[in-house]
């Protein structure tokens, strides 16, 4: 086989961004937006779904959310927070206590 006949690798997923600043933003913007689409869905409000559906799309949708996602959790964890939220909304009740941070759950002990 010659080199010009060989196949190139493609990578599965595009590349993760490299600004933070960049990352930032588009999480943001795609929480905000998404929120917002769940609110529009609620009241069954066609033109806003609509809008924001162009919206996140126009921002990259959720391929470009992720690839935001994957630089900013190299440097933020984000379990304790995952944690947090499950905790307040009662979904970590049966999970032994040693597993669970209890500052996380807003315990002061």
Do not use: C
Not at 57 to 78: C, I, P
């Amino acid at each position: 086989m010659t080199k010009s006949s060989k196949k190139r690798n493609v990578p599965l997923a595009p590349p993760p961004l490299k600004s933070r600043k960049k990352a930032r933003k588009v999480t943001s913007l795609f929480h905000k937006l998404t929120q917002q689409m769940d609110r529009a869905k609620a009241k069954n409000d066609v033109k806003a779904i609509t809008r924001l559906v162009g919206e996140i799309d126009e921002m990259g949708g959720r391929e470009e959310y992720q690839r935001a996602s994957q630089l900013s959790t190299k440097f933020h964890s984000t379990s304790k927070w995952v944690l947090k939220v499950l905790g307040n909304k009662g979904w970590t009740n049966g999970i032994p206590a040693p597993l669970i941070d209890q500052d996380v759950n807003g315990n002061d002990d």
